[in-house]
């Protein structure tokens, strides 16, 4: 028996050797135009990325102030000493930090709960769905100058005549809690993207496991607690991921709102930057500054990944 | 006392009446199948019995106690669901012990209650993985475990077996059938393949656009179907019907006439029907006989036939329209489109009125 299948295959197999050859040629040729035409905008993003990045480093290491014309001498890791050492580095370090914290957590909490909340069907649910995901379409500058100038502005706000009609006295949020204020604006537009995501999953999970759990004695919060939760979770992890990469770098709400104030109150690491370079003209310290921006970033990224990366490739 | 009484049940969504008045009473330790082609509502009864579906009317009891209106929990039910509805995130053991954990049942008693059901069904050694690493048939398992643990009154199955390939149903259908006698519990069981209900059920309850049609054994349905559909819905190959004619009637005998005009008398009670009335023959493909054309009770052209090597289906056309199919021996052999005849064995032959009820045989009325 072995023998004869040894013989079967001896007698098959030099045809797909053959096939097989001139298909790997041809392969390899299709691969080799393949490179050709893809390799111009290959090394047009590889300029894209490395004329900037080195560029950056490069005046990083100048003192290079648009106040003084003329010489940008070498002054090796100067910049980034003072920028380390400024006072509105560890400001800005810390308010970076809690401004993406906060605006994580209050938009995964509330995510989950109002997609959890709407996924039971309700007359309106198709309106009440687009009211939660059009704030994501308003422009950052607009929203921020809504919320600024119409809901928390202490004289004519909204907030301001809510308070004065329960008795209470107007909170002046800009001056009084700057940072929680603008926590707010930005949670605010980024709560529709994590419902999005979150409601979009929650139609995903299988009406029979919820069955199941019921008659296993389930009530409604260990349903949540043992089959939705887990559910969600990789929707979950990819919310924090994309949000941490966007809520890192915000500014617009800062610039628009605070202006990095009062002090350095709402100064972040983004505003600390663009405040060195084009309020204090010193390019070769908003550089400097730049590149720790891109270290921190990174080292952020790699925990997270670390930390979720595990349970997004894992298969189901 | 697992004893299910179900009281004039109905359900409907909004004008539509899914369920249109079931009464029902099954036994204690009855293994009970629910049949019917899709959309009879045999899932939705299945499923007001788990608490899952609201009745619109009528009382379910279990063991003397009313649990119409109880949550699923609370009725001391459990059920395999036809996705298998596995918890993804939790492995083998925590599927298993979840509605135990749920309960406040301590560790050592759930431990001791999941390791037994691991042993009775072959999961020991699967404890640990997740339900995405285990097979169909596997997957299956741990369903069945996860409602055995809890040692309800009564289990439920949705048409468990629909998701496996046809050689793992036949060897799940044979461990369901022990399973049934080691826990010695009541089980309802829903399928639209009447081979499960056949096999399993010690009685099968035929359903049909939300009512039910007949219960019984399974051999009671298949000899003394109480009507045309579930005549048609037992057996297979179905069984064949003609339309007849009635044209006379003696003593314990009934004579009909069939489109192409043979007579043929049958053991019925002519009394309940009158000369002229419209009625339909059923036979079934084992009580029907290739002959030679002369003296046949039927003539007909030979089709194609089916060689299954223990049998041979041969589908005959007859006149009007009507073919046969007759069920032969594994090593018939036909040539198409031959002209052959065909033979009843008029004793096991069924007939039913225009409305598609039975006429009851004369041997029956007196056994």
Known sequence: ?316 | MAELKINALRKSYGDIEILKGIDLHIRDHEFVVFVGPSGCGKSTLLRSIAGLEEVTSGQIVLGGRDITGLKPAERDLAMVFQSYALYPHMNVRKNMSFALELAGVDKATIEAKVKDAARILELTHLLDRKPKDLSGGQRQRVAIGRAIVRHPQVFLFDEPLSNLDAALRVQMRLELARLHHELNATMIYVTHDQVEAMTLADRVVVMNQGRIEQVGTPLELYHHPVNQFVAGFIGTPKMAFIPARVIGGQGHELTIQLPSGEHLTLPRSPDSIHVGAEVTLGIRPEHMRIVSPENANLTGQLDVTEHLGSDTYCHVNIDGGHTLTVRQGGDYEGRFGEIVGVDFDLSRAHLFDSEGNALDSVTRQAA
């Open chain 1, 1 to 316: 028996m072995t023998i004869q299948s040894c013989d079967l295959n001896a007698s098959v197999v030099p045809m797909p050797v053959s096939n097989e050859n001139s298909a790997a040629s041809a392969h390899s040729k299709a691969q080799r135009v393949a490179r050709w035409l893809v390799s111009p905008s290959v090394l047009v993003l590889l300029l894209w990325m490395i004329v900037p990045l080195s560029m950056t480093i490069y005046f990083s290491v100048l003192q290079y102030s648009l106040l003084y014309p003329g010489e940008h001498p070498f002054v090796g890791l100067e910049n980034y000493e003072f920028f380390l050492t400024d006072e509105g580095f560890s400001a800005g370090m810390s308010n970076t930090l809690i401004l993406v914290g906060a605006v994580l957590a209050i938009t995964v909490v509330l995510g989950v709960a109002i997609s959890v909340l709407i996924n039971t069907p309700f007359p309106g649910r198709g309106i009440v769905r687009v009211m939660l995901i059009s704030p994501f379409f308003i422009m950052p500058t607009v929203s921020a100058l809504v919320w600024k100038n119409l809901l928390m502005h202490p004289v004519s706000g909204v907030f301001a005549w809510l308070a004065q009609v329960m008795g209470m006295e107007p909170v002046d949020w800009f001056a009084q809690y700057p940072l929680s204020a603008i926590i707010l604006i930005v949670a605010w537009q980024w709560l529709p993207f994590a419902i999005l995501l979150l409601m979009t999953a929650m139609q995903s999970l299988d009406k029979e496991q919820v069955e199941a759990a019921k008659l296993d004695g389930a009530g409604g919060w260990a349903i949540f607690r043992h089959i939705t939760l887990p559910h969600l979770a990789r929707p979950i992890a990819v919310v924090v991921m994309i949000e941490t990469i966007f809520l890192l770098s915000v500014f617009a709400e800062i610039f628009t709102t605070t202006g990095g104030g009062p002090g350095y109150e709402t100064t972040n690491l983004a505003y600390l930057i663009y405040s060195q370079a084009l309020l204090q003209f010193d390019v070769g310290m908003a550089s400097a500054g730049g590149l720790i921006a891109v270290v921190l970033a990174n080292i952020v990224a790699f925990f997270l990944v670390r930390l979720i990366g595990k349970s997004l490739t894992e298969k189901h």
